[in-house]
Nanobody, 128 residues
Framework: QVQLVESGGGAVQAGGSLRLSCAASGGTFSVYAMGWFRQGPGKEREFVALISWSGGRIGGSPYYADSVKGRFTISRDNGKNTVYLQMNSLTPEDTAVYYC?????????????????WGQGTQVTVSS
């Protein structure tokens, strides 16, 4: 059973930055594709970014939702069993609980049913 723990959320003003981390345990992290999703207040959960098992070094470049492209960067450190989401130029529309699910496959997509494991999420609040 894979456990995922997100951290790094908090409150920040518009234009600021945050770096989210997601630590994995209980599985073979290095062969899992990972994603970031978020759910804002009163909204459905939505895709943010994904990264393949290799981080794009062997196919499967990171992929982003249009709403975060150019502002967010997903990365991973397989030696630390951790995936990151660097978030820059934050806006109030980025306010949400952020989740980092795992798909026990080398590559994944933006569709959340493909992900088998989910963490509890970390809250990000951006004020104007």
């Amino acid at each position: 059973q894979v456990q995922l723990v997100e951290s790094g959320g908090g409150a920040v003003q518009a234009g600021g930055s945050l770096r989210l981390s997601c630590a994995a345990s209980g599985g073979t992290f290095s062969v899992y594709a990972m994603g970031w999703f978020r759910q804002g207040p009163g909204k459905e959960r939505e895709f943010v970014a994904l990264i393949s098992w290799s981080g794009g070094r062997i196919g499967g470049s990171p992929y982003y939702a249009d709403s975060v492209k150019g502002r967010f960067t997903i990365s991973r450190d397989n030696g630390k069993n951790t995936v990151y989401l660097q978030m820059n130029s934050l806006t109030p529309e980025d306010t949400a609980v952020y989740y980092c699910p795992a798909n026990p496959a080398e590559y994944t997509s933006m569709y959340d049913p493909e992900y088998d494991y989910w963490g509890q999420g970390t809250q990000v609040t951006v004020s104007s």
